[in-house]
């Protein structure tokens, strides 16, 4: 088969999450060690870091893979959902996955495929698994897909775990509450591996505790040490953002530069340094200059795209990948330290997220251009319109995600602000981040 072939192959017969919903999702490891029992558990033979949470997890896996990368090392890196290619999935020092490979990989074990059958999620970390052990990476960053104790991702022992911020996303599958979410997100935690909390949320800080104690691995909640703090003001459209930061009340940097965007950053970098302490402590040679490459050139680096990106100018165009309601907050958080003369949204969302909740999250006063992007889980424009209306949000229906941000780009004067974004697969339409 092609590369479109095997593609198209594994869409077909390996039903997707990202695309259909919880009709892709497959709970248990059983598949995941199956596929790893066949070829000969890749994921024993290289050394890795584990990182979940519910927002955060994607920027601090790339941050942390782009220092090990500034540091020296050959660095693996497995994320997911990918944008517009699916070899954005798999990485090595910011080079995807060659097309060739998937297709070589798919081609040995289609035979178990259609033996085991695996959902498309279970087949990518096979496939990463393989990759990273054949081509032998000093060590991978393994971001979860889908909440942690059952994700196929959850069969390495890692160095090292982190856990991001936990709020509500994917309920339906993870539980109603924050702290049945976060138990879901804690069971990465293994016997005796070190687990850094970036964020310490009251509402669920003693299940980590828990289940640490009783796993009897190191807990730390990173920013109760690691203290972070924005450099301010500084350029709406800047390329990078500034950041004090104390180690136990102590300077560790003055100022240290951040090329992802979003003050949202702040609540990601406690737990991101304080993996990098423990893995220098684990032997890894990390100096001061690697830390501040990495962090500066996380994106040239990493190849990362869609955090609060910017990809216009006059208007200034932002976009964002947030998608849930702790995500906008955050996104809305933002928009508001900007000055424009009005702010024009191009929104579009997946039809099993809790769509009420983060439309009240949205200014009233911007102009919304409703789409919707060509998956089986976006929720039709006009029907987000609708609902839309229904909390004070009013604008127009367009179809292509495309159309939307072309009509809000040229309604736009050049001291306005259009924003997209409302779901990763809006972004990944987004032709202007791949010019």
Same mark, same amino acid.
């Given at each position: &088969?092609?590369?479109a072939?095997? #593609?198209?192959?594994?869409?077909e017969?390996?039903? &997707?999450?990202?695309?259909?919903?919880?009709?892709?999702?497959k709970?248990?490891?059983? %598949?995941?060690?199956?596929?790893a029992?066949?070829?000969?558990?890749?994921?024993?033979?290289?050394?890795?870091?584990?990182?979940?949470?519910?927002?955060?997890?994607?920027?601090?896996?790339?941050?942390?893979?782009?220092?090990?990368?500034?540091?020296?090392?050959?660095?693996?890196?497995y994320?997911?959902?990918?944008?517009?290619? !699916?070899?954005?999935r798999?990485?090595?020092?910011?080079?995807?996955?060659?097309?060739d490979?998937?297709?070589?990989?798919?081609?040995?074990?289609?035979?178990?495929?259609?033996?085991v059958?695996?959902?498309?999620?279970? &087949?990518c970390?096979a496939?990463?698994?393989?990759?990273?052990?054949?081509?032998?990476?000093?060590?991978?960053?393994?971001?979860?897909?889908?909440?942690?104790?059952?994700?196929s991702?959850?069969?390495?022992?890692p160095?090292?775990?982190?856990?991001? %911020?936990?709020?509500f996303?994917?309920?339906?599958?993870?539980? %109603?509450?924050?702290?049945?979410?976060?138990?879901?997100?804690?069971?990465?935690i293994k016997p005796?591996?070190?687990?850094?909390?970036?964020?310490?949320?009251?509402?669920?800080?003693?299940?980590?505790?828990?289940?640490?104690?009783?796993l009897?691995?190191?807990?730390?909640?990173a920013?109760?040490?690691?203290?972070?703090?924005?450099?301010?003001?500084?350029p709406?459209?800047?390329?990078t953002?500034?950041f004090?930061?104390?180690l136990?009340?102590?300077?560790?940097?003055d100022?240290?530069?951040?090329?992802?965007?979003?003050?949202y950053?702040r609540? %990601?970098?406690?737990?991101?340094?304080?993996?990098?302490?423990?893995?220098?402590?684990q032997?890894f040679q990390?100096?001061?200059?690697?830390?501040?490459q990495?962090l500066?050139?996380?994106?040239? #680096?990493?190849?990362?795209?869609?955090?609060?990106?910017?990809?216009?100018?006059h208007?200034?165009?932002?976009?964002?990948?947030?998608?849930?309601?702790?995500?906008?907050?955050?996104?809305?958080?933002q928009?508001?330290?900007?000055?424009?003369?009005?702010?024009?949204?191009?929104?579009g969302v997946?039809?099993?997220?809790?769509?009420t909740? &983060?439309?009240?999250i949205l200014?009233?006063t911007?102009?919304?251009? !409703?789409?919707?992007?060509?998956?089986?889980?976006?929720?039709?424009?006009?029907e987000?319109?609708?609902?839309a209306?229904?909390?004070?949000?009013h604008g127009?229906?367009?179809?292509?995600?495309?159309?939307?941000?072309?009509?809000?780009?040229?309604?736009?004067?050049?001291d306005?602000?259009?924003?997209?974004?409302?779901?990763?697969?809006?972004?990944?339409?987004?032709?202007?981040?791949?010019q």
């Amino acid at each position: &088969m092609t590369y479109a072939e095997t #593609l198209a192959y594994l869409y077909e017969q390996l039903p &997707m999450f990202q695309r259909v919903g919880t009709a892709g999702y497959k709970e248990g490891l059983g %598949n995941t060690e199956a596929l790893a029992e066949a070829s000969g558990h890749p994921e024993r033979r290289f050394r890795s870091v584990h990182v979940a949470g519910t927002n955060g997890k994607g920027s601090s896996s790339h941050m942390l893979a782009a220092v090990l990368q500034a540091a020296g090392y050959k660095v693996g890196l497995y994320t997911s959902p990918h944008l517009r290619e !699916f070899t954005e999935r798999i990485k090595i020092n910011g080079k995807e996955l060659l097309p060739d490979y998937l297709v070589a990989f798919v081609e040995q074990w289609r035979p178990l495929f259609e033996e085991v059958k695996p959902s498309f999620f279970e &087949m990518c970390v096979a496939l990463a698994f393989q990759y990273f052990a054949e081509e032998k990476v000093d060590i991978a960053i393994v971001e979860v897909g889908l909440g942690g104790r059952l994700d196929s991702t959850n069969i390495i022992t890692p160095l090292v775990s982190l856990i991001t %911020n936990i709020s509500f996303d994917h309920q339906a599958l993870l539980g %109603n509450t924050l702290p049945l979410i976060a138990a879901e997100k804690a069971g990465i935690i293994k016997p005796g591996v070190p687990v850094f909390i970036s964020q310490t949320q009251a509402e669920v800080a003693a299940v980590f505790e828990e289940t640490a104690h009783r796993l009897g691995a190191p807990l730390t909640f990173a920013d109760q040490h690691y203290q972070v703090s924005r450099i301010a003001p500084q350029p709406a459209d800047a390329e990078t953002q500034r950041f004090h930061v104390r180690l136990d009340d102590a300077p560790v940097f003055d100022e240290i530069e951040v090329g992802l965007l979003g003050e949202y950053q702040r609540f %990601n970098l406690p737990g991101v340094l304080a993996v990098l302490a423990d893995l220098q402590r684990q032997g890894f040679q990390i100096t001061e200059a690697a830390v501040r490459q990495g962090l500066r050139e996380v994106s040239q #680096l990493t190849g990362l795209r869609g955090r609060w990106s910017i990809i216009g100018r006059h208007p200034l165009v932002v976009c964002d990948t947030g998608h849930n309601e702790a995500g906008l907050r955050l996104v809305t958080a933002q928009l508001a330290q900007l000055t424009y003369r009005q702010l024009h949204i191009v929104l579009g969302v997946v039809n099993d997220k809790d769509v009420t909740k &983060m439309l009240s999250i949205l200014p009233p006063t911007a102009i919304y251009y !409703f789409c919707q992007a060509s998956i089986p889980r976006a929720l039709p424009a006009a029907e987000l319109a609708e609902r839309a209306a229904s909390v004070g949000l009013h604008g127009a229906v367009y179809g292509p995600v495309q159309s939307a941000v072309q009509a809000a780009r040229t309604a736009a004067a050049p001291d306005d602000v259009v924003f997209i974004g409302g779901s990763t697969f809006v972004v990944a339409e987004v032709e202007e981040l791949y010019q």
